[in-house]
């Protein structure tokens, strides 16, 4: 397997935390060498990549088929009256297979993993419930879930456009009544679309 790939799925595994000098003492080599196995891509051995998997806990070749999803365990996106964000910083790292990030259509580069809290989305979304965002996915299609930022405030909601200059801001609670951004009265109103609400999963109690 190629130096390149070995590396980026070993920086997926350990959250960006390897350099290539570091590598370079697992594999008993220089950093001339490690230089010159990473500008010519060069072909580590079987030997080298055990090396790396025992000096890391990993398992370099079953995750070649998966990609790594970032989850910011302090995000959360309200389903009631809103929350403040402070901390963005990844925290873990949620590993899928390839055919399942096409399957659910996301980037993944652009995607990542939050939290919902609240209820305002149920029965659909309940406050725990793990969301996939996908960030590339901004354009707004009528009954889709997306993660909104609205007066400095993060949620997750239903959108619907009502017009070129109007959106609907659904709860699938009846509970809470629809919100509509008129952007024809205040063009600078604080509205963002953050992305596409892909997947929810929870942990059943």
């Known amino acids: 397997m190629r130096f390149s790939k070995v590396y980026s799925i070993l920086q997926n595994l350990t959250y960006g935390n390897i350099s290539q000098a570091e590598l370079g003492r697992v594999l008993g080599v220089s ?4 230089n010159y196995k ?29 990609i790594a999803i970032p989850v910011r365990g302090e995000v959360e996106a309200s389903m009631g009256y809103g929350v403040t964000v402070t901390n963005e910083a990844q925290t873990a790292s949620y590993r899928i297979s390839r055919e399942l990030a096409r399957d659910l259509n996301i980037q993944p580069m652009s995607s990542e993993i939050i939290f ?8 659909t979304i309940i406050g725990g419930d793990s969301l996939l965002i996908d960030r590339s996915k901004v354009e707004v299609y009528d009954g ?8 400095g405030q993060l949620y997750a909601k239903r959108l619907q456009r009502i017009a070129k200059d109007k959106i609907k801001v659904i709860s699938d609670n009846k509970d809470y009544e629809p919100i509509i951004i008129d952007f024809s009265k205040n063009e600078n109103y604080d509205f963002e679309v953050i992305g596409e609400v892909r997947w929810s999963g929870r942990v059943f109690k």
Not at 116 to 123: C, D, L, Q, T, V
Not at 144 to 151: F, G, H, L, P, T
């Open 31 to 34: 950093r001339s060498n490690i």
């Open 38 to 66: 990473k500008d010519n891509d060069v072909d580590l051995s079987d030997d080298d990549i055990k090396k790396i998997e025992e000096a890391y806990n990993v398992n370099i070749l079953q995750d070649d088929n998966c």
């Open 144 to 151: 889709k879930i997306y993660c909104v930022r609205i007066d």
């Open 116 to 123: 919902a809290r609240g209820n305002s989305m149920e029965p």
